[in-house]
C-alpha cells in the first residue's frame, strides 16, 4: 500500500535515486569487504595450524623458526640463536609448507 503511493506521488524520482546507491552498496560489498573477509578467514586458519619448529616469515620480512607460543603471540628464533617475540598476527607466511609446495 505505501509503496504504491510513493510510486504515485514522484516515487520514480526516489527509485531511481535509490537504486543506484543500492547499486553502489552491494558492488562495494563484492568488491572490498568479501575480500577482506575471506583473507582475514584464511590467515586465522594459517595462524591456528602453525606449530613449534615450523619455519615462518613475519609481515616485517623476518625469518625465523617458531620455538614456543601461547595464546597470543609466538617466541621465533632467527639467525644466530637470537629470539624474538611476535604477534600472531604479524604472521606473514608457512615457509614450511611454501618450500613443501616449491619441491613438488
Known sequence: MLL???LQ???NQLFSTI???VLIMV???????RPQMKKAKE???LVEEL???DKI???????GKIVGSNETTFLIEVEGGTKIRFDKSAISLDATKAAAKAAN
Not at 558492488?27 to 569487504?33: A, H, K, P, S, T
Not at 616469515?57 to 625469518?63: C, E, K, L, R, V
Open 4 to 6: 504504491t503511493v510513493i
Open 9 to 11: 506521488a514522484g516515487g
Open 19 to 21: 537504486l543506484p546507491m
Open 27 to 33: 558492488v562495494f560489498y563484492f568488491f572490498m569487504i
Open 43 to 45: 590467515h586465522k586458519k
Open 51 to 53: 606449530k613449534i619448529g
Open 57 to 63: 616469515i613475519t609481515t616485517a620480512g623476518i625469518h
